[in-house]
């Protein structure tokens, strides 16, 4: 319906294809919003915008701009997180919060339209947005991502350190109390006036 009103399509061989992306994007738009959701179908029933608002149907709502990201970006790739940032197409990615996560496996999303920052989910969460410095212009100076990936271990360790002290205390319950010692009330050999001969080289 609307490629081959287009001057250039291959039926009509009128003109070559003479289209940028972006007149082509705004030419089917309007085709889209004005005369496909406007138009009648041959069997007579109601146009797709009247059957849309006459249904009563309500869209639910992402919660979060994440969320609406996390539908729409449908180009998603798995990558590993690598010290100088995120490498994909030929261009390196990075974020503050990217340092923290160096060697871990990442999914990301993007626009094909717009490779100029890319969103990074990790275990299925949105962890941050990462831009291409080449694209942006953007930098961030290192002492900035040596001082996120330490606040990053010093969490971990924190957490690691946690979870000993609680297995710890979870195996000292399942032994039960400890056995008596044998020789837990050892005689204490008594000091005597014997004094330890000391060297001069000592």
């Not at 030419?27 to 496909?36: A, G, H």
Request: proline content about 5%.
């Amino acid at each position: 319906m609307f490629l081959c009103e287009l001057d250039g399509y291959i039926k009509r061989k009128r003109h070559k294809p003479s289209l940028t992306l972006e007149r082509f994007e705004e030419i089917f738009r309007t085709f889209l919003l004005e005369t496909y959701h406007r138009r009648t179908s041959v069997e007579g029933r109601p146009a797709p915008s009247e059957r849309w608002e006459g249904s009563g149907f309500l869209p639910r709502m992402p919660d979060s701009l994440e969320q609406l990201d996390l539908l729409l970006m449908q180009e998603v790739r798995a990558r590993k997180v690598r010290r100088d940032g995120i490498r994909f197409q030929g261009l390196r990615y990075l974020s503050l919060t990217l340092a923290a996560y160096v060697g871990e496996e990442v999914t990301i999303r993007f626009d094909p339209r717009d490779m100029g920052e890319i969103r990074v989910f990790y275990q299925d969460r949105f962890l941050c947005l990462a831009v291409s410095a080449e694209l942006a212009g953007e930098t961030i100076p290192l002492r900035d991502i040596i001082r996120v990936r330490n606040q990053r271990r010093r969490e971990l360790s924190s957490v690691l350190q946690d979870r000993q002290r609680v297995l710890d205390s979870l195996l000292q319950l399942k032994r039960g109390p400890a056995p008596k010692e044998i020789h837990a009330k050892a005689a204490v050999l008594p000091v005597s006036g014997v004094r330890i001969k000391r060297y001069r080289n000592e």
